[in-house]
């Protein structure tokens, strides 16, 4: 009957429809944090400048960072960092300082980067809560 063979395209049609709505190559996809990332900010009347080369491979990301203030010396090292969910997580290694672990030694995670408006928020682990700290450009 009409009815049947209407019934029999529908399911097939359907069911075409939930599979690539499921097959889709965004979902689930990764945001992808690669390239070279910037802050320049003034705070308490100095200046601080960033700078954070990310590689990423999958959900894990290997870089080099660089932080300091034209008011007295730097800081540069590496890092690695894990991407869970929407956020990327980093721990870092210092090459020319004690502030943070020595590499090839890394620090506690504590610090997780995120995309708002294609530029990338920090957030700094204070106590037991993330803290808003710098927003960075490519």
């Given at each position: 009957?009409?009815e049947?063979?209407?019934?029999?395209?529908?399911?097939?049609?359907l069911?075409?429809?939930?599979?690539?709505?499921?097959?889709?190559p965004?979902l689930?996809?990764?945001?992808d944090?690669?390239?070279?990332w910037?802050?320049?900010?003034?705070n308490?009347?100095?200046?601080?400048?960033?700078?954070?080369?990310?590689?990423?491979?999958?959900?894990?990301?290997?870089?080099?960072?660089a932080?300091?203030?034209?008011?007295?010396?730097?800081?540069t090292?590496?890092?690695?960092?894990?991407?869970?969910?929407?956020?990327?997580?980093?721990?870092?290694?210092?090459?020319?300082?004690?502030?943070?672990?020595?590499?090839?030694?890394?620090?506690k995670?504590?610090?997780?980067?995120?995309?708002?408006?294609?530029?990338l928020?920090?957030?700094?682990?204070?106590?037991e809560?993330?803290i808003?700290?710098?927003?960075?450009?490519?």
């Amino acid at each position: 009957s009409f009815e049947r063979k209407y019934m029999k395209y529908f399911k097939k049609l359907l069911l075409i429809t939930l599979l690539s709505v499921f097959s889709l190559p965004t979902l689930g996809k990764k945001p992808d944090f690669s390239g070279e990332w910037y802050y320049h900010t003034t705070n308490d009347s100095r200046e601080y400048m960033g700078n954070f080369i990310f590689k990423q491979r999958g959900n894990m990301i290997v870089g080099e960072w660089a932080e300091g203030s034209p008011q007295g010396m730097g800081d540069t090292g590496k890092l690695k960092g894990i991407i869970k969910g929407n956020k990327l997580y980093v721990r870092y290694c210092n090459t020319n300082s004690d502030w943070r672990a020595i590499c090839p030694n890394y620090d506690k995670e504590e610090e997780y980067f995120i995309f708002k408006d294609k530029k990338l928020v920090r957030y700094k682990l204070v106590g037991e809560k993330y803290i808003k700290s710098d927003t960075l450009t490519k």
